[in-house]
């Protein structure tokens, strides 16, 4: 995370943050020891994601963090999103969450997930990759989808170009 009105660094980040919408709301810093309260930074504040780097206008814009009951993480916290079954509504499973994508121009949805069927899956038969549904509800132990997500299912391939 860098600041792009003196080039300070200005904290690592760990983990996003969604509301229960799964818009993403911010941005979680590393927190420098045990005795160092959580830090993030407003989606909004953000100027750049960039390959290298996270850029904001300055330092102003870091907040502290006080996780909220309906606040969703996704790799820590209460409710994460990492690990998580997706499912849809007539039970079948298609995988754990490993990751999600945000489309190029910095837009609060979240464009789809990488899902994992477990290690050993994903060495033999690689990660799959889920447009995210129009509607998806976060519960208490799984994320539940419409049941045509199963049909756009994907493989994840490596190839370049």
């Not at 960039?50 to 963090?65: C, F, H, K, P, S």
Request: aromatic share 10%; glycine share 10%.
């Amino acid at each position: 995370m860098i600041g792009v009105s003196n080039g300070k660094r200005l904290g690592t980040a760990k983990d996003f943050w969604l509301d229960a919408e799964m818009q993403a709301q911010g941005v979680v810093l590393e927190t420098k020891n045990w005795f160092t309260a959580a830090r993030y930074i407003d989606w909004d504040d953000v100027v750049s994601f960039g390959e290298d780097a996270i850029t904001v206008q300055g330092d102003w814009v870091l907040r502290n963090w006080e996780e909220a009951p309906d606040s969703i993480c996704l790799v820590n916290g209460k409710r994460k999103l990492k690990g998580v079954p997706i499912m849809t509504v007539n039970g079948q499973q298609l995988g754990l969450v490993e990751d999600v994508y945000f489309s190029e121009n910095m837009d609060k949805t979240i464009i789809g997930y990488e899902l994992s069927d477990g290690f050993l899956s994903d060495v033999t038969e690689g990660r799959k990759w889920l447009p995210a549904p129009d509607k998806t509800t976060f519960g208490e132990d799984v994320l539940l989808v419409p049941v045509h997500a199963g049909q756009d299912l994907n493989e994840i391939t490596n190839e370049i170009g």
